[in-house]
């Protein structure tokens, strides 16, 4: 919702402004009320909301924005895009842990050549990022490439399969190492147990009360 916002409001009037026949098109299940009553053609801003098959959509867009703003992890969106040969403009949240060189945080771009797309670090740049990827033919087929590049490389299913099943086996394998360091788990166990056996006391307490009790009440005479 929030970058469906921020688009309305802060970067679509612009990015428009300067490519009068585009238009922005925001896809996902259950929009509210309020993302679908933004919608206004004669802006060329259209929320079509959930749709059957991301090819199709995918594959017919120029580019897909993101000003991803808070968040972390792997993106689905953007993956998807780059699946679909579709490059994108996002945010450094945005494309946080999704390059294949270690993410900077010191207002360094990461540059086109290892993201599927561009990187905006302000307002300003997010708006000049989508009109030049829009119009500029050779950056955009170039983002394309570096976008399945990206996809093939991080988040190719048989080979990310591979190393989580190496993963688990390592850790399989040396679970009772693991299990001595690690400390944190250990105190859990220790309260979890611990409560079972107040709980379990409780129970017993309660059970021996009512053992107690007589079985039947005489009416007074």
Known sequence: VDQVLVLKHHLWPRIRAALPEATLHVYGAYPTLGIQQL??????????????DLSQVLSQHRVLLAPVRFGAGIKGKIVDAWKFGCPVVTTPVGSEGMTLEASTNDGTSIGQHSWGGLVAWDADD????AIDLYTQRDLWESSQQQGEVLRSTLYDATRNLKHLQAALEGAWIHKDRRRQKDYVSAILWQESNRSTQYFSQW???????????????????
């Open 39 to 52: 919608q206004d053609a004669s802006t060329g801003f259209f929320v079509p909301g959930y749709v059957n």
């Open 126 to 129: 997010f708006v000049q990022a």
């Open 203 to 221: 129970i017993e307490q309660k059970e021996t009360r009512s053992s107690d009790l007589p079985s039947t009440i005489e009416p007074a005479s």
